[in-house]
C-alpha cells in the first residue's frame, strides 16, 4: 500500500529538516502534531534544492536543478514521486491546494545562485521573494488550513518573516557566500570593503521586519502560534549576536547560537507563550 511509502518520505523530510537545522525543527515540534508533517514536508524540498546550488560543486548543478523542478511538478500531477523528499512535498501542495506559482517563483530564486554575482536593488527584492517569502506562504497555507479569508489576512506578515530570516542568514552567511560562493546579496554594498556603518543599515532594515512579523505571529492560529513564535525568538537572539560583533568579524567567522542556549531560549519562550507575553 502506498501509505507505507508515504510515511517513510514523510520520515525522511523530518529526517532532513533535523539533520540541517536545530532551530527549524525545535519549532516544528511545537507546532500541533498534525502540522508537523507538512511543514517538514516543505522544509524537506526548500532544503534539496538549496544544496543543489550550493554544495554540489562538482556537478551539473543547472542540470540537477532542473531536473529536480520537472520531477517536482510530475510529483504533484501524478501524486507520487519515487524521490521521498518531493513524494511527501506533492502530498502536502496537493492536500492543502498551494499555489504552484509559489514553487515556481522559490525554484527560479535557486535558478539564480547558480550565477554568482552582485545583486541590484530589483535582484535582491526578487531573490528574497522567491527564495524566502514564498516559502512563508507555503507553510502560512498549512497554518490556516484553508481558511481565505485568514490566509489574505496573514499573508504580508508571513512574507515579511520569512524576508526577516533570510536577511539574517545573510548576514550570518555572509563569509562563506562572498568567499566561497562569489555571492553578495546585499544592493550597493562591497564587502571586500564591508563597513560597520553598513552592517548597520542592513540591520536596521531586519529589526524594523521583526517588528512588523511579531505582530503577524500574534494572529496565527493556536496550532502553529507557539512554534512559530519559537522560531522567531532563535532568529532573534541569533540576530542579536550579530549586532554586537563588528562587520570585520563576521567576515572573518560565523556566528552561531549554541544548541544549550538554543535549549534554554526553547524553554523561555514556552513560558512565555503561557503567560501570554509574547
Not at 57 to 62: I, P, Q, V
Not at 123 to 152: H, P, R, T, W
Amino acid at each position: 500500500m502506498k501509505e507505507i511509502f508515504d510515511k517513510i518520505s514523510a520520515e525522511c523530510s523530518r529526517i532532513t529538516t533535523q539533520r540541517y537545522s536545530t532551530s527549524f525543527s525545535w519549532g516544528i515540534y511545537l507546532l500541533r502534531k498534525p502540522l508537523r508533517a507538512p511543514i517538514y514536508a516543505i522544509y524537506g524540498f526548500v532544503r534539496f534544492a538549496d544544496e543543489i546550488v550550493d554544495t554540489f560543486h562538482d556537478y551539473d548543478k543547472k542540470y540537477l536543478l532542473d531536473k529536480f523542478k520537472k520531477d517536482c511538478f510530475e510529483a504533484i500531477e501524478f501524486g507520487i514521486s519515487l524521490n521521498p523528499v518531493l513524494n511527501s512535498f506533492q502530498k502536502v501542495i496537493n492536500e492543502y491546494k498551494i499555489d504552484h506559482d509559489l514553487i515556481n517563483l522559490f525554484l527560479d530564486s535557486m535558478e539564480m545562485d547558480l550565477e554568482p554575482g552582485i545583486y541590484s536593488n530589483d535582484k535582491y527584492e526578487k531573490y528574497i521573494l522567491g527564495s524566502a517569502e514564498v516559502v512563508g506562504l507555503m507553510c502560512l497555507y498549512v497554518f490556516v488550513n484553508g481558511d481565505k479569508e485568514q490566509y489574505e489576512k496573514l499573508k504580508p506578515y508571513a512574507m515579511k518573516l520569512g524576508s526577516t530570516f533570510q536577511k539574517v542568514n545573510f548576514l550570518r552567511d555572509v563569509k562563506a557566500d562572498y568567499q566561497q560562493l562569489n555571492r553578495n546579496y546585499f544592493p550597493n554594498v562591497s564587502l571586500a570593503e564591508f563597513s560597520d556603518y553598513q552592517k548597520e543599515a542592513i540591520e536596521k532594515e531586519i529589526e524594523e521586519e521583526f517588528k512588523q512579523s511579531l505582530i503577524g505571529i500574534k494572529q496565527l492560529p493556536l496550532s502553529s502560534r507557539q512554534g512559530v513564535y519559537l522560531a522567531y525568538i532563535y532568529y532573534k537572539s541569533l540576530f542579536a549576536k550579530i549586532k554586537r560583533v563588528k562587520a570585520d568579524e563576521i567576515m572573518s567567522k560565523r556566528i552561531r547560537i549554541s544548541n544549550g542556549h538554543k535549549l534554554g531560549l526553547m524553554l523561555d519562550s514556552m513560558i512565555r507563550y503561557k503567560i501570554n507575553v509574547l
